[in-house]
């Protein structure tokens, strides 16, 4: 009896706890947001990128730390101490390394596809989840410009995914280095940065409590705050730069470089109310060290910064001599999925991408099967619904899926030859011979 | 001094052996191929999939068995027994189990994405590789339609891949089933079927041998190998098959199942040439019930099959009640790929998506980027060489990237408003205003 009942036990089915598995529906949309991300890349150059999920222990744990390292998937298969990528910019400074007398310089591309952290497991975080990134690389040396040119990348980005206002909030991190370096801050520099990329998040008052905790001077924190309350428009911005009158060199190449990316994103047609310098945002890896940027949704800044990045000094220094500086982006996309479907952005539509269904009312399938192949022809996605069962049951598939169109084939139809194509919203119903299907499908839906 | 060396020494970047990794050029063409499928796959009405990398080794264990689960990378992170799909057939299972009461039924799913083994490393044997699948899960039932649809998206996929004649072969395990069935071979039959999948192979002798060693009766050899030797049309065989007057129902079913589908495949339009009737194919898996099929490339038939799949009758016994059988089929790109690679067959071209750089021969970039921009509102992938280097460096850039066109743009042509556009393959350099360029280029290229 008690072996019976272990052979009917079912194991388990549910996903693992931040682990995102959606249903077809939802799935459809997903991608069609990653499609559109990765269209816009390439329209901008970047060839797509795709490296092991599996790397040697060692690549990752060179370049991670801290907290990273403790959410790196470890394990051992023979003698091999393997983990799986915690981002896309560690193996992209190792492809780099391996690949750096096969590539051509500056070197753009694009990677979009799923990294994993053991993070604790709670709400809005993901053991594994997509990251959408470009980044441009160059050999020695790369143009300020390529800096001015990624906001434009992430405005065309997320006007076409038509997610609603948007800014990009940019600065540059010799402006805050410089600063500390003329306030002679030394060594807490780096916890001050780190502090003052909270300020959005816990206000003024924790972030000086913080700072004085640091050791940090008061009248320090004082000048440290007279830089980040600087707001206003990006001429605004900047004159308030130059007339601090900080003289210190990387302060002033920050100004400079700030005001050429800024010059740049108004020539590219990104309009002035989707982007704006923002002297509080430093991205907290001392990794960047000049232009920054963020992304937020202007009714929905709770959400925190939905694409991010920067320009970085050297990518691969542990891997290559080559010095190989550069600028990126990286879009969590599949955060970003689950946060938009939380405050209800996320629009669901069909489960299939299926856009008519050949419903045979005969046994044999040959013309529903023609029927299908001549749609398919056409580039219509198209199914025949094979199986026995009553109409109704086969309505009722497609309105289920979300089918926008239906083709009913009976002895009378096929007689006459012409077929019932109903649209399956609206009601409407023609009679159409098989040649014209297509047509007026199309019509319908593209 | 052996500090400063320890510092100097650099993270080995080559990739782990069993991993693929391409270069851009590569990339590209892979991408198509993925892309390609894919279309194919949607316009039979699959919805498109995403499942976790990352399963309970429970899950996975419970589907796996042999080589298969000693293949399995599988480790711990917290309390949790963990491992990395080896299939997407058992992760559909699992999917189709848990949102068994979300799905609606027939349901029909597409899935490309990577799995693992951790096989011995050898030459065309890939640890990480990405399998392109798609399946027909019934709820209860499935009509036989769908099994004879299937060699159509086959014929569908590879026509468009353009990688020379192919053949689908197609048979059904109910036939071989049936025969040992009324020959009385008994518990013998799995490992004769998996003997007889060998016979292209090894040989009919050895595969003679195998059969005496696992204890077969010569007569019962003998009436193995009449069957297997059937060849001809799918005509010939089927008469073929009636005539052994095998009086074992479920031979019987398994020559009307075959029947049917290869009717349908006629209706369909798959030309005779690229489908036949294989009586040794038998899908060494025990897991097929009905119809089977594979794929080889006419001219390559030593790549072994490309594409394979089949009919089972219960997908996911281990983790529902419910009965639900299917039919699909899987193709190995990664391997694919790499064979097709290595046979001359894959044709690299560029190395980068973009159609157009803009050489600035100006310091201000205004009028570079007007036209980057220009042309990607067209739909044309752009992109503005921004280094400051040699003109000569400039035209090497696009040249090594394989991008069809150079528009420069120095004082002369901002002053009379008409840029040089040069065909990189052809020489030929016209002028053209801002606005003429991307009709242009996109009569060229597309």
Same mark, same amino acid.
């Given at each position: 009896m008690s072996e019976v009942k272990k052979m009917d036990e079912k194991i388990p089915t549910r996903v693992l706890p931040g682990f995102m598995e959606l249903l077809p529906a939802e799935q459809i949309v997903f991608d069609r947001i990653k499609n559109t991300i990765a269209e816009v890349y390439q329209r901008y150059g970047f060839a797509p990128l795709d490296t092991p999920v599996i790397e040697r222990a060692e690549v990752l744990l060179a370049k991670a730390g801290g907290e990273t390292e403790k959410q790196i998937y470890q394990f051992t298969k023979g003698d091999n101490e393997l983990a799986l990528r915690f981002d896309l910019t560690v193996p992209l400074a190792r492809y780099v390394s391996e690949h750096v007398n096969d590539l051509v310089f500056p070197f753009r591309r694009s990677h979009i596809a799923k990294v994993y952290r053991g993070e604790r497991s709670q709400k809005g975080r993901y053991r594994e989840f997509y990251q959408a990134d470009i980044d441009i690389i160059g050999d020695g040396s790369l143009s300020l410009m390529n800096d001015a040119e990624i906001p434009s990348v992430i405005y065309d980005v997320f006007s076409k995914l038509n997610i609603g206002a948007f800014v990009i909030r940019i600065s540059n991190r010799k402006l805050i280095g410089g600063l500390l370096e003329s306030l002679e801050t030394g060594n807490m520099s780096v916890g001050v940065i780190q502090t003052i990329d909270k300020l959005e998040k816990i206000g003024q008052n924790e972030v000086h409590g913080i700072l004085v905790e640091l050791g940090v001077p008061d009248n320090t924190i004082r000048e440290i705050f007279t830089f980040t309350d600087i707001k206003g428009t990006p001429e605004d911005v900047l004159n308030a730069l130059r007339n601090?009158?900080?003289?210190?060199e990387l302060f002033q190449t920050g100004i400079k470089e700030l005001e050429e990316v800024t010059h740049y994103l108004k020539v590219l047609g990104v309009?002035?109310?989707?982007y704006a310098i923002d002297l509080?945002?430093?991205? %907290?890896?001392?990794?960047?060290?000049g232009t920054v940027y963020e992304t937020i949704l202007r009714e929905h800044s709770e959400l925190g910064s939905i694409c991010s990045g920067g320009r970085y000094d050297n990518l691969a220094e542990k891997y290559t001599k080559r010095k190989l500086p550069g600028v990126g982006i990286s879009i969590g996309l599949t955060r970003l999925f689950s946060q938009l479907k939380d405050i209800g952005l996320i629009e669901l539509g069909a489960a299939t991408p299926t856009k008519a269904l050949v419903v045979p009312l005969?046994?044999?399938m040959a013309i529903p099967l023609e029927i299908a192949t001549t749609l398919r022809e056409a580039g219509i996605a198209a199914e025949v619904?094979?199986?026995?069962?009553k109409m109704k049951n086969k309505l009722a598939y497609a309105n289920k899926l979300g089918i926008p169109f239906v083709i009913l084939v009976g002895e009378d139809e096929i007689a006459s030859g012409e077929f019932a194509v109903k649209?399956?919203?609206? %009601?409407e119903q023609v009679l159409l011979t098989k040649a014209d299907i297509p047509a007026h499908i199309k019509s319908a839906i593209m």
């Open positions: 601090l009158c900080i003289e210190n309009p002035p109310d989707c509080t945002i430093a991205r %907290g890896l001392d990794y960047y060290t005969v046994a044999d619904y094979f199986e026995d069962v649209n399956m919203e609206t %009601g």
